[in-house]
């Protein structure tokens, strides 16, 4: 059924630039679709989005990444309007987007995560806080920003300004899966010639390379799809999330969901959705029905 959907995208965070992109690309299936679509390029002004959502519409879709957009704080927002709204609501965006809060949930629940610490900025500084290599990364930030893997021979990455979490890297394949709803869609294995999954890496065309379905042995590929959904549901995710993991040959290692994932056109859970015979028109249209309002 045609709805009047407004899409939010842009915002504040360091990732705006993804945001517009993916924004754009879902207006483009989202009228496709047949629905009635409003794009809200999105500033740091609350009036101006009070009174960009008015009249109402029926659907906002939440293209927003980043801080601000997916941590809860739109979600809030939107909940308070009344307004139903694409992917997770406020208490499992801002789990997720919480690094160290989202690892011990998933630790209580039984899923795998890397050994990790947290440390502010003069910590870091004062020598390594683990045997190398590690990781040292944002609490709060997504697509990899502010990422760095520390190996042998690397100078300490630059100063934080804030506390940062520090984890044991674990060497082997990158893989994800994406989950729509209670259905894990696939698993995908990233390489990159980058040597690290990092934000050029996802985002730049040829930056790194997709395999779906990843050739793993058909039980890594069902536990990878397993954890993927229990990982979903142990944060009450809602809506389209998706998973990262590291599989080091022996065991899989949840590293984050996504609860607003890339929906660009290099963009991992269209590609999925894709290779599960779900067009990317239909996608979006899914996305805009399973829209709710937790309040």
């Known amino acids: 059924m045609s709805k009047r959907v407004a899409v939010l995208m842009g915002g504040w965070s360091a990732e705006r630039e993804v945001s517009l992109v993916s924004g754009e690309a879902c207006c483009r299936a989202l009228a496709e679709a047949g629905h009635m679509v409003t794009p809200i390029r999105l500033e740091r002004d609350p009036a101006a989005l009070l009174a960009a959502l008015e009249p109402r519409p029926d659907v906002v879709f939440n293209a927003l990444h980043g801080r601000w957009g997916e941590d809860g704080c739109v979600q809030g927002l939107l909940e308070i309007l009344g307004i ?58 997504g697509s990899s920003v502010g990422v760095a893997i ?35 869609l696939g698993v995908t294995e990233i390489t990159t010639a980058r040597g690290f999954y990092d934000y050029d890496a996802k985002y730049a065309p040829g930056g790194s390379v997709h395999v779906v379905p990843a050739e793993v042995p058909p039980a890594v590929y069902a536990e990878a799809m397993r954890l993927a959904l229990a990982a979903h549901r142990t944060l009450g995710c809602r809506g389209v999330s998706r998973a990262d993991m590291r599989f080091d040959g022996d065991t899989l290692f949840m590293l984050e969901v996504n609860t607003q994932p890339g929906m660009t056109p290099t963009s991992l859970v269209p590609e999925q959705a894709a290779h599960a015979g779900i067009a990317f028109p239909d996608l979006v249209d899914w996305m805009v029905e399973a829209a709710a309002c937790d309040s």
């Not at 630059?158 to 060497?171: L, S, Y």
């Open 84 to 141: 139903p709204y694409t992917h997770s609501g406020v208490m499992a965006s801002a789990l997720a987007m919480d690094k160290p809060m989202a690892k011990r949930l998933f630790a209580d629940a039984g899923i795998p995560v890397a050994p990790h610490v947290i440390l502010d900025a003069g910590e870091v500084a004062a020598g390594d806080p683990m045997p190398r290599p590690f990781v040292v990364k944002p609490l709060n930030e």
């Open 150 to 184: 520390v190996r042998d021979g690397d100078p300490l990455p630059p100063h934080h300004p804030a506390a940062v979490m520090v984890e044991r890297f674990i060497p082997g394949r990158e893989l994800t899966v994406a989950v729509m709803g209670d259905r894990p």
